[in-house]
C-alpha cells in the first residue's frame, strides 16, 4: 500500500499522469480484498496489484481507457462467470484518472501578470510567479500562487522544464525575455506564451535561431493569446488564458500566434529528423 501511495505522489509531483484502480467491494472468494489498488503511469509502468491474472488483465486495460480519455469508472468482474478464475467471486473496482493540476510559470508579475493568474488558478492551473521585484511578487497581489523572488532568466535556465509545464513570459525588459524564451526553448516544455508585438516575436525568434541553429517553435505561442481585439490587462488575460484552456483540450481557436516562416521551417525539420530515425 505505501509503495503505491508514494506512487501516486511522485506523479502528481512531476506533473505526469496516471491511472489508479482501486477495489471497493468483494464477495466469495476474491484474490484481493477491499481496499487493493493499482497504480498504472502513462509509461505504461505499474505499482501494486489487485489479485493479477485475468482479473488484473481486464483492469489494466480499464486503466488504459482512463489514461485515453480522463474519464473514472465503476468496473464490476464476476471472476468465474466472466474471467474463468478458479476462485469465482466477484471483484468492484473504481478506476480513476491521477493528474496534478498542470503547471504555470509566470515570469514577470506586472499588470498582466496578475489578472492572467487569477484566471489561470480558476481554470485549474499551479500558478508560479517569477519576480525579482518584492513589491510586485507578493501574496496580496497573487493569492495561492508559489511566488520565487529571483531573477526570471535565471531560474528559467536553472529549471527542468517537462514537456507538461505552460510558460508565459511577460516581465518588464525586452532582453529579459528574450533570455527566457531562450532558455525555454532549450528544455522543451508544453507551452511558451510570450507577450509582446509581432515585430518584437520575429526579432527575438531571428536572434534565437542565430544562436541555436535549427529551432523547434511548436510549443512558442507569440504573440501570445487569442485573437479577441483584447486591449486591457484584464482583457489580455482572458485572451492568454482562453488559448491556454483551448490547448489543453485540444480545440481550435483563433491563436495571435504569428512566427513569420520560422514555424514552418522548424516542422519541416522536424519532419526530417523523424523520417532520420
Avoid: N
Avoid at 72 to 92: A, N, Q, S
Amino acid at each position: 500500500m505505501r509503495d503505491v501511495t508514494e506512487a501516486i505522489l511522485e506523479v502528481l509531483a512531476s506533473g505526469r499522469r496516471g491511472a489508479l484502480a482501486t477495489v471497493v467491494k468483494t464477495s466469495g472468494s476474491t484474490p484481493q480484498c477491499t481496499g487493493a489498488r493499482l497504480l498504472l503511469r502513462a509509461d505504461g509502468s505499474q505499482v501494486g496489484t489487485i489479485g493479477g491474472g485475468a482479473i488484473e488483465y481486464a483492469v489494466l486495460d480499464a486503466l488504459r481507457g482512463v489514461l485515453a480519455d480522463g474519464k473514472p469508472t465503476l468496473t464490476t468482474h464476476d471472476l468465474g462467470y466472466d474471467l474463468g478464475m478458479c476462485c469465482g467471486g466477484r471483484m468492484e473496482v473504481f478506476v480513476e484518472p491521477i493528474e496534478a493540476a498542470p503547471r504555470l510559470f509566470l515570469f514577470g508579475a506586472g499588470h498582466v501578470a496578475q489578472p492572467t493568474a487569477r484566471l489561470a488558478r480558476g481554470a485549474g492551473f499551479a500558478v508560479t510567479v517569477i519576480d525579482e521585484r518584492e513589491e510586485l511578487a507578493t501574496e496580496e497581489r497573487f493569492p495561492g500562487c508559489r511566488l520565487i523572488l529571483e531573477d526570471p532568466a535565471t531560474v528559467a535556465r536553472r529549471m527542468a522544464m517537462t514537456p507538461h509545464d505552460w510558460l508565459v513570459v511577460a516581465t518588464h525588459d525586452h532582453h529579459l525575455d528574450e533570455q527566457i524564451v531562450d532558455a525555454a526553448l532549450r528544455q522543451g516544455p508544453r507551452y511558451i506564451g510570450l507577450l509582446g508585438s509581432r515585430r518584437k516575436v520575429l526579432r527575438f525568434v531571428q536572434r534565437i535561431a542565430a544562436r541555436q541553429g535549427t529551432l523547434d517553435l511548436r510549443a512558442l505561442y507569440a504573440p501570445v493569446g487569442l485573437d479577441i481585439g483584447a486591449v486591457t490587462p484584464d482583457e489580455i488575460a482572458v485572451s492568454i488564458v482562453a488559448e491556454l484552456v483551448a490547448l489543453r483540450h485540444g480545440k481550435s481557436a483563433a491563436h495571435l500566434r504569428d512566427l513569420g516562416g520560422f514555424l514552418a521551417r522548424s516542422d519541416a525539420a522536424s519532419a526530417e529528423e523523424e523520417d532520420v530515425e
